[in-house]
């Protein structure tokens, strides 16, 4: 299942979030439920959780039988906290 999503985020769902110029990424998927981060510009807009409902989700949905729910996934991506780690020790 996790990878007829991540088909569907890539061929569906990135093509409209590219309008933004945003993406999303699947973070994981268990007992039917996608989590889903948004990527680029999508990542930081205050109306991140609207665009997961009103767009992600419904595309996801018709696409995926057996997906029950998606969610925004919010967490802090580890390519994230690399970053700010050599920010904050002045190696860039």
């Known amino acids: 299942m996790k990878e007829k999503i991540k088909k569907v985020l890539e061929e569906k769902v ?13 973070t994981g998927f268990e007992n039917g439920i996608a989590k889903v981060r948004l990527t680029g510009a999508c990542a930081a807009c205050p109306s991140a959780q ?14 995926c039988k057996g997906v029950k729910d998606v ?5 802090v ?16």
Do not use: F, R
Not at 50 to 63: C, G, R
Not at 77 to 92: F, G, P, Q, R, V
């Open 71 to 75: 969610v925004l996934d919010t967490s």
């Open 14 to 26: 990135d093509p409209v979030l590219g309008e933004h110029y945003g993406g999303a990424v699947l």
């Open 50 to 63: 609207y665009t997961i409902e009103d767009v992600v989700k419904q595309i996801i949905m018709e696409n």
């Open 77 to 92: 991506s580890e390519d994230l906290i690399d970053m700010a780690k050599k920010i904050l020790n002045k190696e860039i």
